[in-house]
């Protein structure tokens, strides 16, 4: 569905990354609750967040991690 599509692109913090490995892509919810989990290609600098239900309004942080190290972490905030 169209309308639950968020596009993201994330600064990432951590430069040593391996572009030729995946990704996880993970967003949790203000509460810490893990709401969306992706597996994504590190060639890419944006990264499209399609979940099977729309996310509430309200504060998001979007994790990248690739081998046990978080390469971006941000703050999304939500409003429809």
């Not at 490995?21 to 590190?42: I, P, Q």
């Amino acid at each position: 569905n169209t309308l639950n599509r968020i596009i993201k692109t994330l600064m990432l913090k951590d430069l040593n990354y391996n572009n030729e490995n995946d990704a996880t892509l993970e967003v949790y919810s203000s509460t810490g609750e893990l709401v969306y989990s992706k597996v994504v290609k590190m060639t890419n600098i944006s990264f499209t967040i399609s979940p099977e239900k729309r996310f509430a309004p309200g504060y998001y942080t979007v994790k990248l991690a690739q081998e046990n190290r978080i390469i971006a972490n941000e703050k999304m905030i939500v409003q429809w």
